[in-house]
């Protein structure tokens, strides 16, 4: 890594620790042609083509420099490039593979907000994300449809507080750290007014790939929450944590953030019980603790990622022989029409 480091000024950028997070995401790789380039690999390498480059139109390659710079250089395998560089057999279709695999669209309660299960609710804030993670159950969502902005979100405001069941409220998406410091403090200051919310949780991706994401600005909004706010972070493998990362979660838990993680099972990624033991090695020394494994939702162009669930059981199984109790995520299905997560060990 280090000649390529030396040689390639995007990576010596966002090593350096000196852009913002919307500088970040505005020099984003959307071309698979310059992150092969950047690792030295083949500008053909399964099965992209150097012509076209967009080998999926609908979900194009997206990923910043700042997760780049955690891939090693002329790894064909590596667990990180994996995620992120599509495949030709993305385009294969499999059977038992759908556009609404998890009955996301039969649970909207008013647009934009998801009530699946009892006492939590879920805002969906916009359909950006910061990385396109090529497994992603909603890389087939309709975000066009979704309220993006304050004035839209008020809809969904107005059911939460008229519904007393919902205790919590999720913000996820896409990914709600896309959003503007701005929007997220107006969206805190309405669930403040709201009492019968009682925890606030946030799902991104975004801290991860970005981690200078977590920045004074948002720091102010989590100190604005008049309730205890909780972090799911989505890692999974333990390369993606490195220095920045670790202190960018430093400082959610100086603000006392209680920090989680969910991680998908994928092929060749992470389905071995070393590189999970060491993922929660390194979560566990982040201060973040794992909560959930989920088996790979059946998305059309993710086939080639699934892990059969007898083998997510039986590495999950021995997982548990080598490690703390609490460092082992509970593995899960999300299964349409169940009334929670549905536990497969
Ligand atoms: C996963 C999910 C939740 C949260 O479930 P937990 O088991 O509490 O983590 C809430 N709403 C929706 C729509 C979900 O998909
Ligand atoms: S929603 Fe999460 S998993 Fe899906 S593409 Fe966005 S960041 Fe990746």
Redesign the pocket.
Known sequence: MATILATNPHLVEATSGTRTWQEAVRCAIRQAQTLLSALGLPLDLYGNEPETSATNHKFPLFVPWEFVARMQAGRADDPLLLQVLPRASERLDAPGFASDP?G?LD?EVVPGL????RS???MVTTGRCAVHCRYCFRREFPYDEVPKSPAAWQVAIDAIAADETVE?V?L?GGDPLMLADSSLKWLVTQLNAIPHVVRL?IHSRTLVVIPQRICQELLEWIDLARMPVVM?THINHPNEIDHALRSALGRLRDRRVMLLN?SVLLRDINDSVETLRQLSTGLLSAGVLP??LHQLDRVRGAAHFEVPIEEGRRIVSELRTQMSGYGVPEY?A?IAGQA??TPLT
């Not at 998801?114 to 299960?117: A, E, I, N, S, W």
């Open positions: 998890v996301d649970s998801l009530k699946k299960y939590r609710a879920l919590e999720i996820s949780r799911v969910q909560y959930y899960v999300e929670s997560k």
